[in-house]
C-alpha cells in the first residue's frame, strides 16, 4: 500500500537548519508530484512547498520562500525539505503528501488535492 513516512523533525533554535525526509513506498514515485504541508496548533493545515515529478520544478509559500528548499531523489524515492533560517512561528507538525497527478497546482495547495499523507513530524523553534 502506499506509504510515506516523515522524519527529521525536532526541537531547534531560531536561526538553526533542519532537514526532513519523506520516504515513500507503494506506488510509482516518478509519477506524481510530492507536497509538504505544516500544521500548528489551532491552525489550518497549511502548504509549504511542492515538486513536480517530471522536472522536479519547485514551488514554495511566500512564508518560506528563500529559506526552505524541496529536492527529490528518485532512486531513493524519497523528497527532502530543507529548513533554514528556521523561526518560532514555523514551529508546527510538518506532513508529506502524494498528489493526485504529477504537477503542481497553483498556491495555495488544497488538502483534497493530495491523495496521501504521511503521520507527521513535528518541529519546534524556540526564540
Known amino acids: 500500500q502506499v506509504q510515506l513516512v516523515e522524519s527529521g523533525g525536532g526541537l531547534v533554535h531560531t536561526g538553526d537548519s533542519l532537514r526532513l525526509s519523506c520516504a515513500t513506498s507503494?506506488?510509482?514515485?516518478?509519477?506524481?508530484?510530492i507536497g509538504w504541508f505544516r500544521q500548528a496548533p489551532g491552525k489550518e493545515r497549511e502548504g509549504v512547498s511542492c515538486?513536480?515529478?517530471?522536472?522536479?520544478?519547485?514551488y514554495y509559500a511566500d512564508s518560506v520562500e528563500g529559506r526552505f528548499t524541496t529536492s527529490r531523489d528518485d532512486a531513493k524515492n524519497t523528497v527532502y525539505l530543507h529548513m533554514n533560517d528556521l523561526k518560532p512561528e514555523d514551529t508546527a507538525t510538518y506532513y508529506c503528501a502524494r498528489d493526485k497527478t504529477y504537477y503542481c497546482r497553483g498556491y495555495p495547495w488544497g488538502v483534497g488535492d493530495f491523495a496521501s499523507w504521511g503521520q507527521g513530524t513535528q518541529v519546534t523553534v524556540s526564540s
Open positions: 515538486i513536480t515529478s517530471h522536472d522536479g520544478t519547485t
Open positions: 507503494g506506488f510509482a514515485f516518478g509519477n506524481y508530484a
